[in-house]
């Protein structure tokens, strides 16, 4: 079995193998020596991830870019100029969609890093495992307990100058060669946050409690069963990009997985999993001045609540002989959705009332992915994979049936659709450790139950309000990617570039209304017809010496509306990273500088944003380790206190000034 290499979460760069795709690119959370294919050379670099690390933070390493709505909370992540429907995440597998209409709660905001082992990251259409994408996927596969281990308990501390950030992990493990057990807990508590520029940003602060419990059981020879169950509560959190803020979003999370080695060819495993999330939101804390004088329903509050439930079955073979690699998953989900929101004037005379913005929304889908990779030569492997969906979508809240059905009288509220993708891609290796790959692939994705049932919900970006559409056609797109990479002992990078071809783009379509009452447009989600995208992304990492390593990277993303000739939105400008790692175990250091070009290129129409200056900040860290079992880590973010926003961050909310932190990490 070929092992793809990978190197510490710290460190970007492309998974490379004789025999496996190099675009998936995986992230180790935890500092690893890495036992790679004889052809490959092991690869180690040691950096100690940081006590105050997020999923966010994996997320960018990754190579993701994400769109934020608050202080750090939980970004939603973005993948070569996509997003929402049009990529897949998933955690082990696992679709967990978010309850919050305004996207408050995107499906990572459920898990903490303490709890990941790596993120897999697909960025050319060919992992269709978990789901259909055009062309991005992202999988969180959670830290497992292991088999006869002695018990061993972790208490991670740490604490950040800039609002006032405080972190504990505490977590328990251990096994028996037939059980084994885990199980971890993480606090998050900010208050007000403060930006580059001296001011603080209020209502920005937020608490947050995560609880994960593992389970191993030794059921045979060539048997075992795991289980997993999460509990996830934050409150409090603040929103101040948007015009209200989360008082409470939690979720449980639990799967069942029953794993089978057949033979030294096959293996199987079975998941049965169901996750719950509920979300509440209010503008209650926000001052009465902005309730009067908003654009959207002034002087009313109007407190909203989501949920959403999820039931899911996947069964995933795999067959590996010497030339060949065969793997099945059959995938099925059942969604259920609700939101509302409550309308409480001001004025006690006039009464209250209720509006439905997803009336029990249901969706079921049954997928089937197979992907098949073939050792044509010692240098060349092609690779083949397919997908093919079947789902039904329905709402099932009579009231909302007729009022929905009101707007659109021709469409069908209970439908049956499909999607089909395909792609093709060939791995050839040129010199030892150099490589060249190319993929071909045709993807589709169905619509979200948010874009055909959502309604009335509005965006404060495009200060517009938008209505779901229940007879969407599907998103499809071509793409082509090429890239090439290498590896040595000291040396490793990779170059890669693409294009994308969407038809029939989802978005809420301009509207040409001119109303001057003061109150934001309504659009109807529709397409805007084609959508071209291009990028290019190019990582090194070269170890100068026993001790001292560089790593850089550098991409950039260009996007258009080619029919209504407008500039696709939230897309991140030209991004770059340096960092020098430097020391052994015992002592670590890390400077780290990231810049971004100006983003000048914005959407005027189909999304209205602002455009973004150019920025530049500075990192460093030091980490000492003293004895194995402790570890003492001081870091400072921002060191020059620059003052900038991220393209991709919601009505321009500022990122955090300097921050101090210093963690401790013990092990018993």
């Known amino acids: 079995m070929i092992v793809v290499a990978t190197i510490a979460s710290i460190i970007l760069f492309t998974a ?13 959370v935890r500092e690893v020596v890495v036992e790679a294919d004889p052809l490959l050379k092991s690869w180690r670099l040691n950096r100690p991830l940081s006590s105050s690390g997020s999923v966010d933070d994996l997320m960018r390493l990754g190579g993701l870019t994400l769109i934020q ?53 697909s960025s050319d259409a060919t992992d269709l495992r978990y789901g259909q994408n055009l062309g991005g996927s992202v999988n969180f596969t959670l830290k497992q307990p292991a088999l006869n281990t002695p018990v061993r308990s972790v208490i991670d501390v740490s ?15 251990g096994g028996t060669p037939d059980i084994a057990l885990r199980a971890g807990y993480t606090l998050r508590s900010a208050d007000d946050m403060r930006s580059g520029d001296g001011s603080t940003i209020a209502l920005s602060g937020f608490t947050k409690h995560n609880l994960q419990v593992g389970s191993l059981w030794k059921v045979g020879d060539h048997d075992n069963v795991s289980a997993v ?18 008082r409470k979003a939690q979720a449980l999370i639990g799967a069942v997985t029953w794993r089978s080695v057949w033979s030294s060819f096959v293996t199987t495993s079975t998941k049965v ?26 002087n009313m509050y109007m407190p909203m609540v989501g949920t959403t439930a999820v039931y899911g079955l996947i069964v995933e073979s795999a067959y590996a002989a010497s030339e060949d690699i065969l793997k099945v998953v059959i995938d099925g989900t059942y969604l259920a959705a609700t939101a509302t929101m409550n309308m409480m004037p001001l004025d006690t005379t006039v009464s209250s009332m209720q509006l439905t913005n997803i009336g029990d929304a249901r969706v079921g889908t049954l997928g089937t992915s197979v992907s098949w990779e073939r050792l044509l030569t010692e240098d060349l492997t092609i690779r083949f994979g397919t997908r093919v969906d079947v789902s039904s979508r329905t709402i099932k809240d009579e009231q909302f049936r007729s009022v929905l059905g009101g707007y659109f009288p021709d469409a069908d509220l209970d439908r049956l659709t499909g999607a089909l993708s395909a792609n093709v891609s060939a791995y050839y290796t040129i010199a030892e450790g150099l490589n060249v790959w190319s993929v071909l692939a045709r ?48 040396l490793s990078f990779s170059i890669s570039g693409w294009i994308r071809t969407i038809n029939n783009y989802i978005a809420a379509v301009p509207t040409t209304d001119t109303s001057t009452t003061g109150e934001p447009p309504t659009r109807t989600m529709g ?30 993303i260009w996007g258009v509306g080619v029919t209504i000739d407008d500039p696709l939105p939230l897309i991140a400008p030209v991004q770059a990273s340096i960092r020098a790692v430097v020391g052994e175990r015992v002592l670590q250091g890390e400077l780290a500088v990231f810049a971004s070009a100006a983003q000048n290129r914005i959407s005027r129409s189909i999304l209205p944003e602002d455009a973004t200056a150019s920025w530049a900040r500075a990192d460093v860290l030091i980490a000492w380790r003293p004895i194995t079992e402790l570890r003492i880590q001081a870091s400072c973010t921002n060191v020059l206190d620059a003052f900038y926003h991220e393209h991709t961050s919601i009505n321009n909310m500022p990122s955090r000034g300097r921050s101090f932190n210093l963690g401790v990490r013990a092990e018993l």
């Open 527 to 556: 397409s805007i017809g084609t959508a071209d995208l291009a990028g290019f992304d190019a990582r090194a990492t070269v170890r100068v010496l026993p001790w001292w390593s560089m790593q850089a990277s550098v991409r950039g």
């Open 443 to 490: 993807s589709e994705r169905m619509p979200t139950h948010l874009e055909l049932y959502g309604f009335w919900l509005y965006d404060p970006q495009a200060n517009i309000v938008t209505i779901g559409r229940p007879d969407l056609s599907n998103e499809q797109a071509w793409s082509l990617d090429i890239g090439t990479s290498y590896r040595d002992e000291d």
């Open 159 to 173: 604490g950040e100058s800039n609002a006032s950030m405080r972190r504990l992990r505490a977590d328990v493990s």
């Open 69 to 121: 709505r608050a202080n750090g909370f939980a970004g939603e992540a973005s993948m070569l100029g996509l997003r929402g429907g049009q990529m897949n995440t998933s955690i082990d597998g696992m679709k967990i969609h978010a309850a919050c209409v305004d996207k408050m709660d995107p499906s990572t905001a459920y898990v903490e890093i303490d709890n990941l082992s790596t993120l897999d990251v």
């Open 273 to 298: 999993y169901a996750n719950s999330v509920d979300h509440s939101m209010d503008d209650y804390d926000r001052p009465l001045s902005e309730i009067q004088n908003r654009a959207f329903m002034p």
């Open 229 to 246: 169950l999460i509990a996830d509560l934050a409150t409090d959190v603040g929103y101040p990009a948007l015009i209200m803020d989360t």
């Open 16 to 28: 490379t193998a004789a025999r496996s795709q190099d675009t998936v690119r995986t992230i180790v």
